[in-house]
């Protein structure tokens, strides 16, 4: 069983670096302390190393699923992320704006408009837009 924990905090690392960037990862690695190891521990095996990892899903549809989801949760550090997240795992700009557009039908106006702001200064850093 603690094979299985290790290949799948191996796995999840894996997939952590490749979507987010190293640097993202590193940074969170390095904010790791007593209260929020096990959580860390947690999103880098369940998360990443599971659910990022299942063969249904390719990470470019996960990614869009992912901008929909927070956009619907009001998660904007998360969104700025993701975004750039998706960016890594080949979503277009138009994909980005298309995912968005939907939202803003079943997520609110309101909604979709804040991702709108929140997504153009990281695409612009990125220099997509």
């Not at 905090?9 to 952590?16: A, D, E, F, I, P």
């Not at 670096?17 to 860390?40: C, M, P, W, Y």
């Amino acid at each position: 069983m603690e094979n299985d924990k290790q290949e799948l905090h191996k796995r999840g690392m894996q997939n952590r670096r490749a979507v987010l960037g190293a640097d993202h990862v590193d940074k969170s690695i390095e904010g790791t302390n007593e209260l929020n190891a096990d959580f860390q521990e947690f999103i880098t095996r369940y998360a990443w190393g599971e659910i990022w990892d299942r063969p249904g899903l390719d990470k470019k549809t996960r990614s869009l699923l992912t901008l929909a989801i927070l956009v619907a949760k009001g998660k904007d550090d998360e969104l700025q992320m993701h975004v750039r997240a998706a960016v890594t795992n080949g979503v277009s700009v138009e994909e980005i704006k298309e995912v968005f557009m939907h939202t803003a039908i079943y997520c609110g106006l309101p909604s979709a408009n804040h991702a709108f702001k929140l997504a153009i200064p990281v695409l612009q850093e990125l220099d997509r837009l």
